[in-house]
């Protein structure tokens, strides 16, 4: 990953509060209401959650808003770097990264499920190191009732 890359990730995640889980709920984790905090329907314009996102006419303060450091920011860019290479090296090795069992892998639909435990390992292709053995039947024997064989026929 390219520095700029990495630097990009470090500062937008330095404009997230800590306490933000995502509007879908009713409250962030410190406890503070959305609805109330924005004056009505939660407009992420109107939440100080976001720092990248806020309109500065109609942002409101919050006084559990917290927000991380340089460092938290790198730390929390690191351990998420350090999860996806196991996770990658967990799929690659074949083993479900949710229950870690080894497993035959089943294609459905466009996600790949590990049908030793049901979990979704990832939403692609199946690889063909996943994919079942194919059933060839087995060649029919040659019948010369049916053919004429030179020789076996009585014709030159």
Not at 40 to 50: D, I, M, N, R
Not at 59 to 74: D, G, K, L, N
Not at 79 to 91: G, P, T
Request: charge should be positive.
């Amino acid at each position: 990953m390219s520095a700029a890359r990495r630097e990009a990730e470090i500062r937008k995640h330095q404009q997230k509060c800590l306490n933000f889980n995502g509007i879908m709920n009713d409250r962030c984790r410190a406890g503070i209401d959305y609805d109330e905090q924005a004056g009505g329907p939660p407009a992420l314009k109107k939440l100080p959650c976001l720092l990248r996102m806020q309109d500065p006419d109609r942002a409101v303060a919050c006084p559990s808003a917290h927000y991380p450091t340089r460092e938290e920011a790198e730390a929390w860019r690191e351990e998420s770097s350090r999860h996806i290479r196991e996770w990658a090296e967990e799929v690659g090795r074949g083993v479900c990264p949710n229950c870690k069992k080894d497993g035959r892998w089943r294609q459905v639909g466009r996600c790949v499920y590990c049908e030793g435990c049901g979990h979704r390992i990832y939403q692609g292709t199946l690889p063909d190191s996943k994919k079942p053995p194919r059933h060839e039947p087995p060649p029919l024997p040659f019948n010369s009732r049916f053919y004429d064989v030179p020789g076996e026929s009585g014709m030159p």
